[in-house]
Every structure is written in structure tokens, then in C-alpha cells.
């Protein structure tokens, strides 16, 4: 069962792009003329490391950029939007802001799970309760997150 966006956002002035949002990942859809031009590009959050915003000017659009460590596709990752959707793209921003921090959080803790796993496996192994090849298999299993 294909995940489904918890929330949606419709940029329709300016640069006729959809984003959809998942629980690890954001999807941007920039609409073509006809539905095969449609460019579509999909972010997980641990790969976000800022968003940038240009507010619109009294003739100028405004920008959103969402910057990752691959920095090729940062048009994919451009949505342009009018004076009118402002506060449509503030809301975008903000929730993406959450997410991340979410995301973060959620590594960290994660990564103090596994220290104390490792912790407690190494003191089993130097007990001798558990032998060289049980140790490295769990320790494994834990690197590899199963």
C-alpha cells in the first residue's frame, strides 16, 4: 500500500507546482503545459540541510528553495509562488522546519539506542557469555538497524 500525504500544498500563481507531504519524505510535482512535461521530485527530510525563502517584492515572486547535500537538482527543488500564496509558502517552510527537526531527533535517539545495544553486547562478549562469532553477528544486526 503506496503511502498517502498527510498534508497538501497547491501552488497555482506562479509556478504551478504541487507539494505533498509524507511522514519521511516531500514530494514536489512542477506541472507542465500537458501532464508529461510534469517534473517530479521526491526529498526525504534527512536529506533536507536548509530552506531558503525570498518573500515576493511589489514586481518580484517569491522563492522557496529546498537545499540538500546534492545540489543538482536545485530547480527541482525551487518553487516559485505570487504575493498571494505568501503565507501558503510560510506554512510549507514552517512545516517542513518541523519535520526536519523531527527527523533529527529521531536519529539521535536512535543513535543512543544503538551506543547502549553496543555497550551492553560488548559487555556480554568480555563476560565470555557470549562467544566471538555471536558477539560480531549482533553487533551487526545493529549497525545494520534489524
Not at 504551478?16 to 519524505?25: H, I, M, R
Not at 540541510?49 to 517569491?62: C, F
Not at 528553495?65 to 509562488?81: A, P, S
Not at 553486547?121 to 534489524?146: A, C, F, M, N
Amino acid at each position: 500500500m503506496a503511502e498517502r500525504a498527510y498534508k497538501e500544498f497547491l501552488f497555482k500563481k506562479s509556478s504551478k507546482t504541487t507539494v505533498y507531504l509524507y511522514q519521511s519524505t516531500i514530494e514536489i510535482i512542477h506541472h507542465g503545459l500537458v501532464t508529461k512535461f510534469d517534473q517530479t521530485r521526491i526529498i526525504p527530510y534527512k536529506h533536507i540541510e536548509e530552506i531558503q525563502m525570498k518573500k515576493p517584492g511589489v514586481t518580484s515572486k517569491g522563492v522557496l528553495v529546498i537545499r540538500t547535500h546534492n545540489q543538482e537538482d536545485l530547480k527541482k527543488n525551487t518553487i516559485v509562488f505570487s504575493k498571494n500564496e505568501r503565507e501558503l509558502a510560510i506554512e510549507l517552510k514552517e512545516v517542513i522546519e518541523g519535520k526536519i527537526v523531527d527527523v533529527k531527533e529521531l536519529r539521535a535517539n536512535f543513535a543512543v539506542d544503538n551506543f547502549e545495544k553496543l555497550k551492553k553486547l560488548k559487555e556480554l562478549h568480555d563476560l565470555d557469555i557470549l562467544t566471538e562469532d555471536e558477539y560480531l553477528d549482533q553487533k551487526e544486526r545493529i549497525l545494520e538497524g534489524s
